[in-house]
């Protein structure tokens, strides 16, 4: 394993220093320098593609198909989609005509907030700590980046790649463990993008709270799946399974407990062993066939959680304390849990309705991901409108959290704030006001002025828009639906009054 060197100490507050002294240089203001930064990190990956991929296999196991599709090509996408759009997402903007304030020649800057810190997951050492990144310095700021100790082979390699293609006074990597966490915590940031979980979130948001930094949490939790009998279940099964089973289930929105109605958990149960058994055919311990877990710590707890279930164990359960591993692993009949699993372990929970199901996951914190899987249109908007979470998805898992235009970020205690794309942009992006107002304007807005009068307060109604008409009382549940059905009666008259011509012609 390789040995992390960490950054002493004594450097972090020069390391800022430089960081901040290249922000205010003005350096970043220009867009085509960003770009320029950008391709150099999305180089950087392709350049050396196969000794990420090799560090990524020492740290978490991750099968080379694995590290190309979760880590390595959506970096690259991201930054190939950030280069193409920055432009645009930089430049100023106006806002909408409006008569009274529009001789102000109002406009809203998109600039840097200074010097960022993201402090990365060991889960998606890569992905997670460049998105990010990309973002940031999209967004024309320095960074900070602070990589998982518990990924040596892959923190250590970014120490030794970025400076070959970044100028180190505009992103570091700073590696190290509580201590140095502990000092960049200590300093004052532009922003702060942690992702990781809850129990140190609320220590990098307190910290933040003593120098008022703003902070993007990426949290995780219990991701719960709802099982409706009228799924594609063949589907449902693999996808499920995939979304389990990728990294070794050490995946923030990986699926955590599967609930299904209770006469339907044994069909849905041998799907999902019919998807286990096509994805290994020679087994999950056979070489790359699937990662393993971060460390003993981490393969210890797990296996606590699978020897004191009080279900069973319907297929899975095998595990090698030597290598990390722990076979995908089924048990039904489980009663509802509270910890993260955030292992190859999928609960089944049998339930008599949906509503039991539900009410269970709203009772407790507000999952970073919840997935239902189903046909029925009705089953897709119950599940919508009774419950919150980061993202809900229908019929998939997993794939939300790097589709082109959607944000990726929780609720709560899932996490606040987003990012990914045009929406990481904005996280790490001072949108700073600015009118300028020519003299006539007094014209219109001396009224401001004292002395202040009866007459001026009688006027200053004309300055404001006015109310609309006062509604006679609360909304119809079916109101909105009987005028669209009006509206539909008479363009279906219009039509059949149309094709009546035509025959009469």
Known sequence: MNELA??????????????????????????????????????????????????????????????????????????????AHVDKWAKPTKPPFSFLVQPMRRVVYKEGKGVCLIIGPFNYPISMCLNPLISA???????????????????????????????PSIIRVVNGGVAETSKLLELTWGHILFTGSGRVGRIVAAAAGKTLTPVTLELGGKSPVFIDPSCDLETAARRI???KIVNCGQSCVAPDYVVVPKAFQDQFVQALKAAHDSFFPDGPFAPKAMGKMVNVAAFKRVYALLQATKGTIAFGGQTDETTKSIAPTVVKNVSFEDSELFGPVLPVIPV??????????????HPLALYAFTTDSKF???????????????????????????????????????????????T??????????????????????PPYTAKKEQ????????????????????????????????????????LAKRRSA
Do not use: C
Request: glycine content about 10%.
């Open 459 to 498: 006027k200053t109604s004309i300055l404001f828009p006015g109310l609309p008409k006062r509604p006679s009382g609360p909304p119809s549940a079916t109101s909105n639906r009987s005028l669209s059905k009006w509206i539909l009666f008479v363009l279906a008259l219009i039509f059949a009054g149309g």
């Open 6 to 83: 960490f950054t002493p100490l004594g450097d972090i507050e020069q390391i800022h220093a430089e960081l901040d002294a290249t922000f205010r240089s003005g350096q970043l203001q220009s867009v085509p320098f960003r770009k320029y930064v950008l391709l150099q990190i999305g180089y950087m990956l392709k350049d050396n593609t196969q000794r990420l991929s090799e560090a990524l296999y020492q740290d978490l196991g991750k099968p080379p198909f694995e590290a190309a599709m979760t880590e390595i090509g959506p970096v690259l996408g991201e930054v190939a989609d950030t280069h």
């Open 380 to 426: 897709k908007e119950k599940i919508v409108k009774a419950t919150k979470s980061g993202s809900v998805v229908m019929n998939e898992t997993m794939l939300q959290t790097g589709i082109d235009g959607l944000p990726f970020g929780g609720i709560g205690p899932s996490g606040s704030g987003f990012h990914n794309g045009k929406y990481g942009f904005d």
């Open 137 to 167: 310095i999209a967004a024309g700021n320095t960074v900070v980046l602070k990589p998982s100790e518990s990924t040596p082979a892959t923190s250590s390699l970014f120490a030794e790649l970025f400076p070959k293609y970044v100028d």
């Open 352 to 365: 008599e309705s949906l509503e039991e199901g539900i009410a269970y996951v709203n009772k407790h914190d």
């Open 241 to 243: 399974m995939w979304g």
């Open 428 to 449: 790490f992006t001072h949108f700073r006001a600015s009118i300028d107002s020519p003299s006539w304007v007094d014209l219109v807005m001396k009224i401001r002025y």
